[in-house]
Nanobody, 123 residues
Framework: QVQLVESGGGLVQAGGSLRLSCAASGRTVSTYTMGWFRQAPGKEREFVALISRIGVSTAYADSVKGRFTISRDNSKNTVYLQMNSLRPEDTAVYYC????????????????WGQGTQVTVSS
């Protein structure tokens, strides 16, 4: 098992940047493929990015590709999401996830979630 706590969210103007952090405790974070998801008001939770256990492989949703970067520091049990060129449509609660995998419905899924951190992008 692993416990996840997100931080770094806030209010930012369009075009600005934020870096989210996900601090893990319990099982060593290197055990898991880690990821970020987000959920906007009235919408379903959607995949944003993932990073492999060692960190050599990453994947991104088309909507954030080229703007967001996921990284990890296993020595600190921490995963990051650097968000640049933010847009109002990026406004959502962002969730850290552990043990991200491709589900049978061909969508990324996870069994371990943080509480989420709010990101609001103003125009």
């Amino acid at each position: 098992q692993v416990q996840l706590v997100e931080s770094g969210g806030g209010l930012v103007q369009a075009g600005g940047s934020l870096r989210l952090s996900c601090a893990a405790s319990g099982r060593t974070v290197s055990t898991y493929t880690m990821g970020w998801f987000r959920q906007a008001p009235g919408k379903e939770r959607e995949f944003v990015a993932l990073i492999s256990r060692i960190g050599v492989s990453t994947a991104y949703a088309d909507s954030v590709k080229g703007r967001f970067t996921i990284s990890r520091d296993n020595s600190k049990n921490t995963v990051y999401l650097q968000m640049n060129s933010l847009r109002p449509e990026d406004t959502a609660v962002y969730y850290c996830a552990a043990d991200v995998k491709l589900g049978r419905d061909s969508k990324f899924e996870s069994d371990y979630w943080g509480q989420g951190t709010q990101v609001t992008v103003s125009s």
